[in-house]
T-cell receptor, first 114, second 115 residues
Framework: AQSVTQLDSQVPVFEEAPVELRCNYSSSVSVYLFWYVQYPNQGLQLLLKYLSGSTLVKGINGFEAEFNKSQTSFHLRKPSVHISDTAEYFC????????????FGSGTRLLVRP | DVKVTQSSRYLVKRTGEKVFLECVQD?????MFWYRQDPGLGLRLIYF???????EKGDIPEGYSVSREKKERFSLILESASTNQTSMYLC??????????????FGSGTRLTVV
């Protein structure tokens, strides 16, 4: 069965510092991978996705993620964060077949301090 | 851009009431989903639908039902609301199964409080 693990429930960081949010997944078949962001009192917004090809994918708001098949990871990074990046971030995975469902991790709250 | 609209942002209901949460999408998506979101638990799938009048149970369907009479509308029904159903409810839609290459598009959420 598929599963997604986000190891950190909360990541505090100072403004303009780099950040990495970790995501590991488990699946017996090939997968699509996604990162979503949720700002306070809002729904989820797609940040970026990995489908195939280059393992480094770039998304909105300066975020990027790297797919590592051998380590079954899809960590999210940003070289310099802003206060406005404070939000909850969700990693998600779906199998490359007819599955109807995305499987979500439990989320990581990024808290950017001035 | 695809829009998923949830009719209420905040809702307060009494224990035992029948509650309807409405969700409408405007891009002819086949698949629609209802999740609940609770602190520390992430998103948990309640029900989903891959076609009109079709529905499938998700991971936590107990106490809920759904209705999809038209392709664009997917309703979540709490048959008899209880305090443990106080939560944020998120609706989502996708063109392809599993989100395919596009992922899901989410509504803004309905924060339901049952008193």
């Amino acid at each position: 069965a598929q599963s997604v693990t986000q190891l950190d429930s909360q990541v505090p960081v100072f403004e303009e510092a780099p950040v990495e949010l970790r995501c590991n997944y488990s699946s017996s078949v090939s997968v699509y991978l996604f990162w979503y962001v949720q700002y306070p009192n809002q729904g989820l917004q797609l940040l970026l996705k990995y489908l195939s090809g280059s393992t480094l994918v770039k998304g909105i708001n300066g975020f990027e993620a790297e797919f590592n098949k051998s380590q079954t990871s899809f960590h999210l990074r940003k070289p310099s964060v802003h206060i406005s990046d404070t939000a909850e971030y969700f990693c998600a995975v779906t199998m490359m077949d007819s599955s109807y469902k995305l499987i979500f991790g439990s989320g990581t709250r990024l808290l950017v301090r001035p | 851009d695809v829009k998923v609209t949830q009719s209420s942002r905040y809702l307060v209901k009494r224990t035992g009431e029948k509650v309807f949460l409405e969700c409408v999408q405007d891009m002819d998506h086949e698949n629609m989903f209802w999740y609940r979101q609770d602190p520390g638990l992430g998103l948990r799938l309640i029900y989903f639908s891959y076609d009109v009048k079709m529905k499938e149970k998700g991971d936590i369907p107990e106490g809920y039902s759904v209705s999809r009479e038209k392709k664009e509308r997917f309703s979540l029904i709490l048959e008899s609301a209880s305090t443990n159903q106080t939560s944020m409810y998120l609706c989502a839609s996708s063109l392809h199964g599993g989100g395919g290459s596009g992922g899901y598009t989410f509504g803004s959420g309905t924060r339901l409080t049952v008193v």
